[in-house]
């Protein structure tokens, strides 16, 4: 029997294979005690990541499919051009795992269990839970799956297989591993998802929670009091894109935590970096300022006190910081 795992299994794969965000348990997480003290040599390294951790939690937007949202070597939002679509997935789990649990043997080694608590078999309600366990689950892609994740819808309004609705889904992650030749990425943490396709040609994507971990060979990232929202009008060509964002980041690729947050709005064109907007990082009594000129060139202003004028400017591109 074929399994019908819902897209969010494929999103969260996404979610913990960026590296870019990351946290602690559930429940509410104190900020780090040691935070960067920012200078003019670690502030490309602090933007960098700040500007990362917020677009790979856009990697969320990946739920709506064919109709939403996804992230593009690292640089600005586009669409997907081709991609299995929520709506259809969601109907198969609805229809064939009202009460669960059903457990299915993976390609080469392992299983995943799929159980739910389900109101209507039609549609999705409030307080509708799903759980999936996968136990070294290899089905020869080269990834090998452990550990739960569970998804609780919070809100549901619209109609699913017309496609136009807005969906709440919180999500729980317990010690959740992906196995691959080069990495195990070990993931942990909870993350709000909230969907909205009701407006025409416009979807809109966020995603907030307490704490979120992302633990890899290479580094160990911590996602706290986070929140992301993005917006993708797909009624214009290119489609453009809004993108809103905040939370403190900890990760050993620096030597204290950050927090970050986006005082101007992003906005810019699928495909491209943002073209206008800021994203201001703040560290030990010192902060810095990335301002997007346009989609090719940037500037940080740097602060290294309390002091709001700037006591350096590091002038750059999008390309040469985030690259």
Same mark, same amino acid.
């Given at each position: 029997?074929? +399994?019908?795992?819902?897209?969010?299994?494929?999103?969260?794969?996404?979610?913990?294979? $960026?590296?870019?965000?990351?946290?602690?348990?559930? @429940? %509410?997480? %104190?900020?780090?005690?040691?935070?960067?003290?920012?200078?003019a040599a670690n502030a490309p390294a602090a933007t960098k990541a700040s500007y990362q951790a917020a677009l790979a939690s856009t990697d969320a937007a990946r739920l709506i499919? #064919?109709?939403?949202?996804?992230?593009?070597?690292?640089? @600005?939002?586009? &669409?997907?051009?081709?991609?299995?679509?929520?709506?259809?997935?969601?109907? &198969? !789990?609805?229809?064939?795992?009202?009460?669960?649990?059903?457990?299915?043997? $993976?390609?080469?080694?392992?299983?995943?269990?799929?159980?739910?608590?389900? *109101?209507?078999?039609?549609?999705?309600?409030?307080?509708?839970?799903?759980?999936?366990?996968? &136990?070294? $689950?290899?089905?020869?892609?080269? *990834?090998?799956?452990?550990?739960?994740?569970?998804?609780?819808?919070?809100?549901?309004?619209?109609?699913?297989?017309?496609?136009?609705?807005?969906?709440?889904? +919180?999500?729980?992650?317990?010690?959740?591993?992906?196995? #691959?030749?080069?990495?195990?990425?070990?993931?942990?943490?909870?993350?709000?998802?909230?969907? /909205?396709?009701?407006?025409?040609?416009? !979807?809109?994507?966020?995603?907030?929670?307490d704490a979120l971990t992302v633990d890899s060979n290479a580094r160990s990232e911590t996602l706290s009091i986070y929140s992301t929202v993005q917006t993708l009008d797909t009624?214009?060509?290119?489609?453009?894109?809004?993108?809103?964002?905040?939370?403190?980041? /900890? #990760?050993? *690729?620096?030597?204290?935590?950050? +927090?970050?947050?986006?005082?101007?709005?992003?906005?810019?064109?699928?495909?491209?970096?943002?073209?206008?907007?800021?994203?201001?990082?703040?560290?030990?009594?010192?902060?810095?300022?990335?301002?997007?000129?346009?989609?090719?060139?940037? +500037?940080?202003?740097?602060?290294?006190?309390? /002091?709001?004028? %700037?006591? *350096? #400017?590091?002038?750059?591109?999008?390309?040469?910081?985030? @690259?």
């Open positions: 029997m074929k +399994r019908a795992i819902p897209a969010v299994l494929a999103t969260l794969l996404v979610l913990a294979a $960026c590296g870019g965000s990351g946290g602690g348990q559930a @429940g %509410p997480t %104190p900020d780090p005690v040691a935070f960067l003290a920012i200078t499919g #064919t109709t939403g949202l996804t992230s593009t070597s690292g640089d @600005g939002p586009s &669409k997907p051009g081709a991609g299995v679509e929520l709506t259809s997935t969601l109907m &198969k !789990v609805l229809q064939k795992i009202p009460v669960g649990p059903e457990t299915s043997m $993976c390609a080469v080694t392992g299983s995943i269990t799929i159980s739910g608590t389900i *109101e209507n078999p039609l549609t999705l309600t409030e307080g509708d839970e799903f759980l999936i366990v996968a &136990k070294n $689950c290899n089905d020869g892609l080269g *990834e090998t799956i452990d550990g739960q994740m569970s998804f609780t819808v919070g809100e549901f309004d619209g109609d699913l297989l017309g496609g136009s609705y807005r969906l709440t889904m +919180r999500i729980e992650l317990t010690d959740f591993q992906v196995k #691959t030749v080069d990495d195990v990425i070990m993931s942990r943490g909870d993350a709000t998802v909230t969907l /909205d396709t009701m407006t025409p040609l416009i !979807v809109s994507a966020s995603i907030s929670g009624g214009d060509l290119p489609s453009s894109f809004t993108l809103v964002s905040s939370g403190t980041l /900890d #990760t050993t *690729e620096l030597d204290g935590a950050i +927090r970050f947050s986006t005082p101007v709005m992003f906005e810019g064109v699928e495909g491209e970096y943002p073209s206008s907007g800021e994203l201001l990082i703040t560290g030990d009594n010192s902060s810095a300022r990335l301002i997007a000129e346009n989609n090719v060139d940037v +500037r940080i202003e740097i602060n290294l006190d309390s /002091d709001p004028e %700037p006591e *350096e #400017t590091i002038v750059t591109t999008w390309a040469e910081l985030i @690259g």
